[in-house]
């Protein structure tokens, strides 16, 4: 069964203190991983699309990288505008699995 | 402007009256979708649609409707809607299914 596992929940970083957010996948045939930022009450917003293990993008003070088992959003010196809900989804062969999400707090 | 815009954003209903939520798209996109989020559920896909004329159940798909006759508009049918159905609605398009998603600002329901 395709899966997607989001960690931790929450996460509350001071500014500019640096840290990683995990998404862990079990797929059949991934078609497509994706990474979304959503503030409280609004629509998710587009951040990364990565196809292939090895594949890295990056945005600003957002890194997101792919292994065959997991991804990884890494952000570097947070500001409080980087306070949201990260969003890891995958389209597998069949289906779309959207994880929890991590609540990400960053304190000025 | 490149969007997808929803109509109402929010609404109250009583429970059984039939509604209708509009979606709209102006990228030409292929792909259409609908989700509902509950706290501590995330997001839920109800239906989605590849084209024109083709449309599939999601994950929760019971007690919803849609269409698809135009490329732009996939909108959300609530025949007999109950308590069970209030929830935050996101409609959202992509060029196909292998690429991002736009989503909408959201919609509102409230079904007493």
């Known amino acids: 069964e395709d899966q997607v596992t989001q960690s931790p929940e929450a996460l509350r970083l001071q500014e500019g203190e640096s840290s990683s957010l995990n998404c862990s996948y079990t797929v059949s045939g991934l078609r497509g991983l994706f990474w979304y930022r959503q503030d409280p009450g609004k629509g998710p917003e587009f951040l990364f699309t990565l196809y292939s293990a090895g594949e890295e993008k990056e945005k600003e003070r957002l890194k997101a990288t792919l292994t065959k088992k997991e991804s990884f959003l890494h952000i570097t010196a947070p500001k409080p505008e980087d306070s949201a809900t990260y969003l890891c989804?995958?389209?597998?062969?069949?289906?779309?699995?959207f994880g929890q999400g991590t609540r990400l707090t960053i304190n000025p | 402007e490149a969007q997808v815009t929803q109509n109402p954003r929010y609404l109250i209903t009583v429970t059984g009256k039939k509604l209708t939520v509009t979606c709209s798209q102006n990228?030409?996109?292929?792909?259409m979708s609908w989700y509902r989020q509950d706290p501590g559920l995330g997001l839920r896909q109800i239906y989605y649609?590849?084209?024109?004329?083709?449309?599939d159940k999601g994950d929760v798909p019971e007690g919803y409707k849609v269409s698809r006759k135009e490329k732009r508009n996939f909108p959300l049918i609530l025949e007999s809607p109950s308590p069970n159905q209030t929830s935050l609605y996101f409609c959202a398009s992509s060029l196909n299914r292998d690429h991002e998603q736009y989503f909408g600002p959201g919609t509102r329901l409230t079904v007493t």
């Open positions: 990228m030409n996109h292929e792909y």
């Open positions: 649609s590849m084209n024109v004329e083709v449309t």
């Open positions: 989804v995958i389209q597998g062969a069949q289906k779309l699995v």
